[in-house]
């Protein structure tokens, strides 16, 4: 995360520096309003590039599985309804968890905690593994004394977030395989197989069919050019990680996620229940209207829906209502928008929008069930193409050579 100088001023004016590692400029002047210090000036440090920085860059980086997450928000929300300190139990469970970094983190979180700061002031310095949804509800439970309450909530959200996961990733699987089966023919049949059939083609002395010079070609270039294949897509996909980093590049490519074809609608029910699901747990938890949009636009997972979701806090700052803003987004279905303008007239918002959350996610059970039937017949058209080109490619000169000798 970026490093950033600051200098603030307590309600004496004396003026204290420092720097902080943070997310965004916003995150270190909430810490120091917690702090209950006025920022004066707070400025991104420039890293001095280090051998170090530049090799953890290409290192894994440590992180906190969900079921881990889940696991210590359930032993949290026993402890804390059981009356221990939050203290102990932060320690308690930085000794018996088996993640390493869950455990670094926690060692950490107990010790500013032992400085006489919030549980939620503590997890905004580990940012990189809690989202802001997660000390969001933290620091509302503390504030409303249900901190209990605060971390069974959170127990439900990410077992959702994982149970997602887990479905889209094994309704991938079997493509992936079938890919990945595809991809390594291709290499076999082009450097063993054509190659042995090609010392027969020689000896005919004729001319070849158009599928069998495509196939020889094709081999060859495999063969004698193997390394420009190779480079190719090594900087084709170095170039495209790349720009998949920057800003513009990962916009784009959100974009482009919800149309593709078969799992564009898919991606984005999964992005609309997040939302509704995080708005409604905020927003029932008493979190302000405008922090409530800008923490569920984090959760969405897609820059595109939440750079325009970002934008409703425009209208709602000029006193456009809530439904008038979402309509005006075009990120939302006429069942979301007719729910937001139910649920504001009734005042059961978030009861409404927890509702459509839980119908997108049985839509997107459903989908996910269908995904594989889905992607098979264009596996199987592809591979077909491939197999028919393969065999007129080899059998036609084949049989020209039966027809000559007989």
């Not at 968890?97 to 580990?126: F, P």
């Not at 989202?131 to 909530?153: C, K, R, W």
């Not at 302000?288 to 325009?308: F, M, R, T, V």
Request: hydrophobic share 45%; charged share 20%.
């Amino acid at each position: 995360m970026p490093l950033y100088s600051y200098k603030a001023r307590d309600k004496r004016g004396q003026l204290h520096k420092g720097e902080q590692e943070a997310s965004h400029k916003s995150s270190v002047a909430a810490r120091l309003l917690d702090d209950r210090l006025t920022p004066v000036s707070i400025e991104e440090i420039e890293p001095s590039i280090k051998l170090e920085d530049l090799l953890k860059q290409y290192l894994p980086k440590k992180t906190i599985p969900l079921d881990d997450l889940v696991l210590f928000c359930r032993q949290m929300h026993a402890l804390t309804k059981s009356g221990i300190p939050i203290m102990r139990a932060v320690f308690g469970l930085a000794e018996t968890t088996n993640n390493e970094a869950l455990s670094e983190v926690l060692q950490d979180i107990g010790s500013v905690l032992s400085r006489g700061k919030t549980l939620s002031q503590a997890l905004h310095q580990h940012e990189n593994f809690f989202s802001p949804i997660f000390i969001s509800m933290v620091h509302v439970g503390e504030s409303t004394g249900n901190l209990d309450q605060a971390f069974y909530q959170l127990v439900h959200y990410l077992e959702m977030m994982r149970d997602t996961k887990k479905k889209v990733s094994s309704a991938l699987r079997y493509p992936t395989m079938v890919i990945a089966s595809i991809l390594i023919a291709l290499v076999v049949v082009n450097v063993v197989v054509i190659p042995s059939f090609a010392k027969v083609f020689d000896k005919f002395g004729s001319d070849l069919p158009l599928a069998t010079q495509m196939l020889l070609a094709t081999s060859h270039f495999f063969i004698e050019y193997w390394w420009v294949l190779i480079g190719f897509i090594v900087s084709a996909l170095f170039g495209m990680s790349r720009y998949l980093k920057t800003e513009r590049g990962a916009l784009n490519w959100d974009r482009i996620k919800l149309k593709l074809p078969i799992v564009g609608g898919l991606l984005n029910r999964i992005c609309l229940s997040r939302f509704t699901r995080t708005f409604s747990m905020l927003f029932a938890s008493g979190v302000p209207i405008l922090q409530s949009i800008d923490i569920s636009a984090e959760s969405i997972g897609n820059l595109h829906i939440e750079k325009n979701v970002r934008e409703m806090r425009i209208g709602i700052e000029r006193g456009d209502s809530l439904s008038r803003t979402a309509n005006s987004s075009g990120m939302f279905t006429p069942l979301i928008l007719q729910m937001i303008a139910v649920g504001e007239e009734s005042g059961a918002l978030d009861a409404l929008l927890l509702d459509v959350s839980e119908f997108y996610d049985e839509e997107t059970d459903f989908q996910v069930q269908r995904l594989s039937g889905a992607i098979e017949p264009i596996m199987l058209l592809f591979m077909g193409a491939m197999i028919l080109v393969l065999a007129l490619g080899i059998f036609l000169p084949l049989w020209d050579l039966s027809a000559n000798a007989r």
